[in-house]
């Protein structure tokens, strides 16, 4: 067991967390979703002390609660209270994670919460979220990343109860168990919880599921064909760096240059959205950043072994689909071949420089990538300030040159949800120019440069095209 504390004594309220190095890449074939599911019965279910019943009404007047993050590699369990209401949390928290009393009905409830989820609200309520996640199953196939942490149909539905308690018994033990403790807590607690946590068996340390990819070769098309929908388009590609290694660091500032999440100074809103107004946002990423139409800043306790480099064109008209991802493929392609300049370079430093103030506003956030660090095995002050040191330090060759070592748009896969998936089909592979028109006058040298967009070649075959219809989608 590992041990964080991040002791703030002016902070009046206290954080736990207890996070277990096992996820969705632990589900066993065929049982897709069980990490998942077994996380909802530790915090959505009785404990051997209380009815679930019980501990909701116990948990109101706390004014909070427990949760489960649950993603590829980690499974973290954590809340925050005020410090006044510690002891009566601490206790409800801890009868969750140590104690679970695994009860058929609460089984039962949440595997069809889980099963209704898949087949309703994730089918069905972002598309944006599904084409992410299309993405993910397509780049990671044939390895234990290619399944949403939620499972997948046929996967929920064969999981049984003792599934459950025999994952529980072998995955949460003290050998996965990272205890983060931080804010103004009373010296006890790390001792009183560090005793609390011998109740769980010690296990025994295995390596986890190798994820090899395979080599992507050309331009690969996956549609989901959604009847009604609009075109919403995520593409990427493997990614071979990581947190802690400079190169991660140089591709952080160059993607924050061309697509800062929910930045409208970024370089592909301003080419898509902001010049065209063909849709609400475009950017892209270097880390998994599940959650995206929530979220602000980067999302902690989501660490994986392997990554993607992802673009995300938020959802726009089935008739602009071709031409908005040939403006971010050449977007792309430009940037491989010039890379930035000095001016991009040194705006973009010095934003990142306070930018990244941001990521960590609060105690618990502030542990939550102390864990993260954990995982990643990056030593001294963490990443956050190797973070800052990096903005500091690297040079504009530095980051022009892990563009050209890292980033390609040859070998990839697009992934399109769409309600218009074989007219889609047809643009795609006639390859022939995809103009698109204006409401309003537009000045020459933006109509200039739509001509060089819309005559981009996609250079894709029909072999490379997979059209799924939403209702198969992870079943």
């Known amino acids: 067991m590992k041990k964080i504390l991040l002791p703030v004594a002016s902070d009046p309220t206290v954080t736990v967390a207890f996070s277990f190095s ?6 066993p074939p065929g049982k897709e979703g069980l990490a998942s599911l077994t996380a909802d019965m530790l915090t959505q279910g009785a404990t051997k002390r209380h009815a679930y019943e019980t501990i909701l009404k116990r948990l109101y007047p706390l004014a909070t609660d427990y949760d489960a993050t649950v993603d590829k590699e980690l499974t973290t369990i954590d809340g925050r209270v005020h410090r006044d209401k510690l002891d009566e949390w601490v206790s409800l928290v801890s009868d969750a994670v140590l104690r679970p009393a695994f009860q058929q009905k609460d089984f039962e409830r949440l595997k ?4 209704n989820f898949i087949s309703s609200t994730f089918r ?10 299309a993405l993910t199953a397509a780049v990671f196939s044939d390895t234990r990343y290619a399944h949403p942490v939620e499972g997948t149909i046929t996967g929920l539905k064969a999981i049984t109860l003792d599934d459950i308690r025999a994952f529980y018994s072998t995955h949460f033990v003290r050998t996965r168990l990272t205890l983060g403790i931080a804010g103004g807590y009373p010296d006890n607690l790390p ?20 994820i090899e990819t395979k080599r992507l070769t050309g331009r690969r098309i996956v549609l989901i064909d959604k009847p009604g929908a609009d075109a919403s388009i995520s593409f990427g590609f493997p990614l071979n760096v990581g947190r802690g290694e400079r190169e991660f660091y140089a591709l952080w500032l160059a993607n924050s240059w061309l697509g800062e999440h929910r930045h409208g ?8 959205r902001e010049t ?14 599940p959650d995206g139409g929530e979220l602000q800043m980067p999302p902690v306790n989501v660490p994986r072994r392997r990554q993607l480099f992802e673009v995300w064109i938020r959802t726009l008209a089935n008739d602009q689909a071709s031409f908005a991802l ?4 050449r977007e792309i392609d430009r940037l491989i071949e010039h890379g930035l300049s000095s001016e991009q370079f040194e705006l973009t430093r010095k934003f990142l420089g306070k930018y990244s103030t941001h990521y960590a506003p609060t105690t618990a956030t502030r542990l939550g990538y102390a864990i993260d660090d954990a995982f990643y095995a990056i030593s001294g002050n963490g990443h956050l300030e190797h973070f800052r040191q990096m903005m500091v330090e690297l040079t504009l060759s530095d980051v022009n040159a892990a563009i050209r070592k890292h980033w390609q748009t040859d070998d990839l896969v697009i992934s399109i949800v769409t309600g218009d998936a074989q007219h889609l089909t047809r643009s795609l592979l006639s390859d022939t120019p995809s103009p698109i028109k204006y409401p309003d006058p537009m000045p020459d040298e933006i109509l200039a440069e739509d001509r060089a967009i819309a005559d981009y ?3 894709i075959d029909a072999s490379a095209i997979e059209i799924q219809p939403v209702s198969a989608v992870f079943a």
Do not use: M, W
């Open 457 to 459: 070649a996609l250079q």
């Open 326 to 329: 040939r403006a971010a493929l």
């Open 22 to 27: 096992v996820g969705s890449q632990a589900d």
């Open 124 to 133: 069905y309520s972002s598309d944006e979220e599904l084409g992410k996640a």
């Open 191 to 210: 001792a009183s919880l560090e005793a609390a946590c011998q109740a769980l068996p010690c296990g025994t340390p295995s390596e986890p599921p190798a």
């Open 276 to 289: 065209r107004g063909l849709n609400y946002g475009d950017y892209s990423y270097i880390e998994a950043f």
């Open 265 to 272: 100074a970024s370089h592909l809103f301003q080419i898509i």
């Open 112 to 115: 069809s919460d889980a099963i």
